[in-house]
């Protein structure tokens, strides 16, 4: 077996101010299941069934949160989820509460004016250097490849990123295609 197929995530531990506040924001949203609570190392935590994977939190008096909301504009680190219906998706949190800092306007927005302006704030929006084969720039141009992105926060200012992804039948390098 390759290690593409051998080996697949299964959790993700991060470190929280408060187990409680994330098991609300996750059940409300992604209606998450929590499988443990508990204790480890007298220290609270949580372990949830969210899209597909386990997320683990646990407590951390040390935590410091990352920059939020209006301080925080490249979301290096954030928790990606793939949905099949961006408008929709955005719709239904939104109705759960969903705070988005990014959507799929703003990103074209984005990309307009560095189009334009040839950069943002001193950057290209997007360079790539590398497209595996068998996609080409020429098919991303023609349409056969998009990826779409929108970012909400999370408790201690954790991004999650919706991503709606359509690719060519002859890549399908995204899980869910």
């Not at 949830?48 to 990352?66: K, Q, Y």
Request: net charge negative; hydrophobic share 40%; with cysteine.
């Amino acid at each position: 077996m390759s290690g593409f197929n051998e080996y697949q995530f299964v959790e993700m531990s991060l470190p929280t101010r408060d187990v409680d506040a994330q098991e609300e924001f996750w059940t409300r949203l992604f209606d998450a299941q929590t499988i443990f609570r508990g204790r480890m190392m007298g220290l609270r935590f949580t372990r949830m069934m969210v899209c597909g994977i386990s997320l683990i939190f646990r407590e951390d008096p040390d935590f410091v949160p990352p920059p939020g909301p209006g301080e925080e504009w490249l979301f290096r680190s954030h928790l990606g989820i793939r949905v099949h219906d961006m408008d929709k998706a955005i719709a239904d949190l939104e109705a759960k509460g969903a705070q988005f800092v990014l959507t799929p306007a703003r990103v074209r927005e984005l990309q307009r004016m560095t189009q334009e302006k040839g950069e943002y704030e001193g950057h290209k929006y997007l360079e790539t250097d590398y497209i595996r084969p068998p996609l080409t720039l020429d098919r991303i141009k023609a349409g056969e490849f998009r990826h779409d992105v929108a970012i909400l926060v999370a408790p201690d200012n954790y991004w999650v990123e919706l991503n709606h992804v359509t690719e060519p039948a002859d890549t399908r390098w995204y899980p869910g295609s």
